[in-house]
């Protein structure tokens, strides 16, 4: 399935956590589920902290690009922005915070939740619930500020 990440130009879809162009990455792919926002991501054994449970960096990353992802959705949807190809709006992780309520055991799919609690012209607040076997084992809080096309290009990139 599709997810806002597809619909990032390709400047922007080489993120480890999100990017569809990094092979090596988790390509997670974020989407509306009525107003809140979901996404699914099944860990490898390699994804381990210790036998039985997820590595916690992991998991802070999939809550950093799954807030990212969302605030995309959420400027989107407020600027009535119909995605095609490449329009998406994109917007980079100012603060990431994560608490840990309990273990996350490995070998099943996690899905994970969003909420999006302020939004402003620029910035978009998303309040994040992480689940295993139906378990709510983190909460995430991600603040997402949205960033020009040419964030990150050298600044002499058009004369080049
Ligand atoms: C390397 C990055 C790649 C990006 C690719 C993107 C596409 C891929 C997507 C995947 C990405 C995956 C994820 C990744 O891995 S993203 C990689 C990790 N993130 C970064 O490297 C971001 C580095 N920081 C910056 O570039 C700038 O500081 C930004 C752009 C964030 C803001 O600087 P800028 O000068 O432009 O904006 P502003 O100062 O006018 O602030 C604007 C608003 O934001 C509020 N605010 C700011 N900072 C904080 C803070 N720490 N806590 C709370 N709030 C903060 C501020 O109060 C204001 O709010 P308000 O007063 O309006 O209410």
């Known amino acids: 399935m599709k997810g806002i990440q597809d619909y990032y130009p390709d400047h922007f879809a080489q993120c480890y956590g999100c990017g569809r162009l990094n092979e090596h990455g988790h390509q997670i792919k974020t989407n509306w589920n009525g107003a809140e926002t979901i996404t699914k ?3 490898k054994t390699y994804h381990t902290a210790i036998p039985g449970f997820v590595y916690g960096g992991l998991l802070a990353s999939l809550i950093d ?3 990212t992802g969302s605030a995309a959705l959420a400027l989107a949807k407020a600027k009535n922005i119909v995605l095609d190809k490449s329009n998406a709006p994109r917007c980079v992780t ?3 915070q994560v608490k ?3 273990p996350t055991p490995i070998g099943s799919e996690i899905e994970i939740k969003g909420i999006i609690s302020e939004i402003t012209e620029r910035k978009v607040k998303v309040s994040c619930e992480l689940f295993a ?3 709510l084992c983190v909460t995430g809080e991600v603040i997402a500020v949205l960033v020009p096309d040419n964030f990150g290009k050298p600044k ?3 004369l080049q």
């Open 41 to 43: 991501f099944v860990p």
């Open 133 to 135: 076997d139906d378990m």
């Open 65 to 67: 690009c799954h807030g």
């Open 94 to 96: 100012a603060s990431l």
């Open 100 to 102: 840990y309520l309990k």
């Open 156 to 158: 002499n990139a058009n």
